[in-house]
């Protein structure tokens, strides 16, 4: 029967970089990473993810690897725990900081605001985007609904110029599709202009 790995060689094919036995030891200290969490934080504010502060525990754990000497008085394991500890609290006095402390009054913009749950607190915020606003939107669909009624009035000259003309279209590049000149272009479309307003009341 093949006799478990100690402690020290796992140590050393870890710092050979070997995959394997890096698994290993993150297997063996998982539920040491958890329990000193748990120990320094009891009750977990909203502001903080438990997850980041396992990951925190990880390279704690793999830097202690890197940094003990074995001819110290402290076991590895001993040596590893303070280490995971020292860099959970640091990160936590970060979370103290200025900077997080906001976050301790923040609130989910899915929180529900409304009886029935339908409502959440995102849909209550203004937005600025256009497309986003009732009233632009019925302009823009009243306005597509006359598209049809505008080529009805208009040349197929016209209409082909107009179109480019709202596209972006330059006046030389209008030109040369519709082989005229550029004062025709200008000519048409102050034409198109007059015309447009006399269809529509508003």
């Known amino acids: 029967m093949k ?14 970089n070997d995959e394997i ?34 990951q925190e525990g990880l390279i ?12 110290e008085n402290a076991s590895f394991s001993t040596f590893a725990r303070v280490c995971i500890e020292r860099e ?3 990160v936590l006095r970060k979370y103290s900081g200025q900077s997080y402390r906001l976050l301790t009054h923040a609130v989910s913009l899915d929180m529900s605001v409304s009886e ?6 995102m ?3 203004a937005c600025q985007r256009k497309e986003y606003d009732p009233v632009y939107v019925s302009y823009v669909g009243w306005a597509q609904d006359q598209i049809p009624k505008i080529r009805t009035i208009l040349s197929d000259l016209e209409w082909t110029i ?5 596209l972006g279209y330059s006046y030389k590049e209008i030109s ?6 550029e004062k025709d272009v200008d000519n048409t479309i102050q034409k198109v202009r007059k015309k447009l307003p006399s269809m529509f009341d508003t």
């Open 3 to 16: 006799q478990p790995i100690n402690e020290y060689e796992l140590l050393y094919l870890c710092r050979e």
């Open 21 to 54: 036995s890096q698994r290993a030891l993150i297997e063996r200290y998982h539920r040491a990473i958890w329990a000193i969490i748990h120990h320094i934080l009891p009750h977990k504010p909203a502001y903080i993810d438990l997850d980041d502060l396992y």
């Open 60 to 71: 704690a754990l793999m830097e202690a690897v890197n940094n003990y000497k074995e001819d």
């Open 88 to 90: 959970i609290l640091s």
């Open 116 to 121: 029935d749950e339908n409502i959440v607190l």
């Open 123 to 125: 849909d209550t915020i």
């Open 162 to 166: 107009y179109q480019r003309h709202c």
């Open 176 to 181: 040369s599709y519709c082989e005229c000149s």
